[in-house]
C-alpha cells in the first residue's frame, strides 16, 4: 500500500501548460513499466533487455508527477507501458491516482491494456473511478493470437473483457492493423466488437524500435483500408474529437464507432495535446521525437519547485510534430524507442 501525505501546492499551480504552438497540454500518458507479458511483433524484439528496477518511477513519484500536471491543468491520465496490469501492486497506484477524480481537477484516469490480467483486476479498476478502457487485441484466431503476441493465449484476454464489461467498464478495442497478418479480419472484428457494445479503433502501424517485423511489407495505410470499408458499410461522420490522431465515425449498419488513427499516412500534430512519460520518469513531448525533459532527477534533485520549472521547460522543447516515413529507401524506425518504453 502506498501511503501519500497531502502535497504541498506547486509554485505555479493554476498555470496552464501551453506549448510554444499555442497548444494546450492536457493529456497525460504513464507508462507504469516497460515489461509485458507478451511480445507482440509489431511493438517488441523477440529478446528485450528490459530497465532494471531501480531505475523505475515508484508509486509515489508517480503519483507526485501525475499531481503536478493536474495542478497544471491536465485533465486525463491513461496508465499504460508496457503491460500496466503487469507491474506488482498496480491497483495501489490506481486508487491513489483515482483520488484526483473526486474533485481534485482530473476528468477522466483510464489505461491501455493487453487485457491479460484483467479478470482479475476489472472490478477494481472501475471502483477507483475508471469508467473507459482501451484493449488492445489484433486477432480473433486462438493460433494467430499466439503468433503476432509470441506467447499470449486469447482465453485470459476475451475472458478479461467479458469481467470488464460485467464490471460496466466502456471498452475500446485496438487493433494494429497490418497488410498480410490480420488485415482479413477487420470485417469479422467490427462485427464482434459492435456485436457486444464496444468501439473498434484500427491503428496503423508505427516504425518505433527494432522489431520482429517487415514494417514495410505489412503496412496498411488506413486511407485504402476505409475505402474498402466504405464500400461494404455506411460511415458516418461524427464529431468525435480526442486531441489525438484518432478520427472516428459511425457504422450505420452496426451501430457502432470505428477509429482510425493515421500517424503514417496523416497527422494530427497541430491539435496535439498530450505528453508521454515513461517509466524511468523521462517526458517525451512526441511519440516520433527524441526530445526529452528528465523529471525523475528533477523530483529526486530539486523537489516540486524544480518539477514545476521542468514542466515550462517541456513546453518549450515540444516539437511542432513527428515526421514518420515509411518506404523502400527508409525501411528503419523514425526513433530507436520501442512504443513500450514511451507507452503507446
Ligand atoms: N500493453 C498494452 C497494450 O498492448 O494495450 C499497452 C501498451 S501498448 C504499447 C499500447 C498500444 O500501442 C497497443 O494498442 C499496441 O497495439 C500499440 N502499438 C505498439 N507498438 C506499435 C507500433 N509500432 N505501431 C502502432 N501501434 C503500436
Ligand atoms: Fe506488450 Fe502492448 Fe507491446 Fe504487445 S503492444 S508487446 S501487449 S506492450
Not at 496490469?85 to 474533485?103: C, T
Request: proline fraction near 4%; glycine fraction near 10%; charge should be positive.
Amino acid at each position: 500500500m502506498t501511503h501519500l501525505s497531502p502535497r504541498p501546492a506547486l509554485p505555479s499551480a493554476g498555470r496552464p501548460l501551453v506549448d510554444r504552438y499555442g497548444r494546450h497540454v492536457t493529456y497525460l500518458r504513464i507508462s507504469v513499466t516497460d515489461r509485458c507479458d507478451f511480445r507482440c511483433v509489431y511493438c517488441m524484439a523477440e529478446n528485450m533487455t528490459f530497465l532494471p528496477k531501480r531505475e523505475i518511477l515508484s508509486f509515489e513519484e508517480i503519483e507526485t508527477i501525475a499531481g503536478a500536471f493536474v495542478s497544471r491543468g491536465v485533465t486525463k491520465l491513461r496508465l499504460t507501458g508496457g503491460e500496466p496490469l503487469v507491474r506488482r501492486d498496480i491497483m495501489d497506484l490506481v486508487r491513489s491516482l483515482g483520488r484526483h477524480l473526486k474533485g481534485g481537477g482530473l476528468q477522466e484516469l483510464t489505461i491501455t491494456t493487453n487485457g491479460s490480467q484483467l479478470a482479475r483486476h476489472a472490478e477494481g479498476l472501475a471502483a477507483a473511478g475508471i469508467r473507459r478502457i482501451n484493449v488492445s487485441l489484433d486477432t480473433l484466431d486462438p493460433g494467430r493470437f499466439t503468433a503476432i503476441t509470441r506467447r499470449g493465449r486469447i482465453a485470459d484476454v476475451l475472458a478479461g473483457i467479458e469481467a470488464a464489461r460485467t464490471a460496466g467498464l466502456e471498452i475500446k478495442i485496438n487493433m494494429v492493423a497490418m497488410r498480410g497478418i490480420n488485415e482479413d479480419e477487420i470485417e469479422p472484428m467490427i462485427a464482434w466488437a459492435h456485436g457486444r457494445g464496444m468501439g473498434l479503433t484500427l491503428i496503423e502501424g508505427m516504425p518505433l524500435g527494432e522489431v520482429g517485423l517487415d514494417r514495410v511489407d505489412s503496412y496498411l495505410p488506413l486511407r485504402e483500408l476505409r475505402d474498402r470499408l466504405a464500400a461494404r458499410y455506411t460511415l458516418e461522420k461524427i464529431d468525435k474529437r480526442t486531441g489525438g490522431p484518432a478520427r472516428y465515425v459511425r457504422v450505420a449498419e452496426t451501430g457502432g464507432i470505428l477509429g482510425f488513427i493515421t500517424p503514417m499516412s496523416h497527422n494530427f500534430c497541430e491539435s496535439c495535446n498530450r505528453v508521454r512519460l515513461t517509466a524511468t520518469g523521462q517526458l517525451f513531448m512526441c511519440l516520433g521525437q527524441d526530445d526529452q525533459v528528465n523529471l525523475r532527477d528533477a523530483l529526486r534533485e530539486g523537489g516540486l519547485d524544480t518539477l514545476d520549472a521542468a514542466l515550462d521547460r517541456a513546453m518549450i522543447l515540444k516539437p511542432k510534430g513527428h515526421d514518420f516515413v515509411l518506404d523502400r529507401e527508409h525501411t528503419g524506425p523514425a526513433v530507436m524507442r520501442h512504443m513500450s518504453v514511451t507507452g503507446g
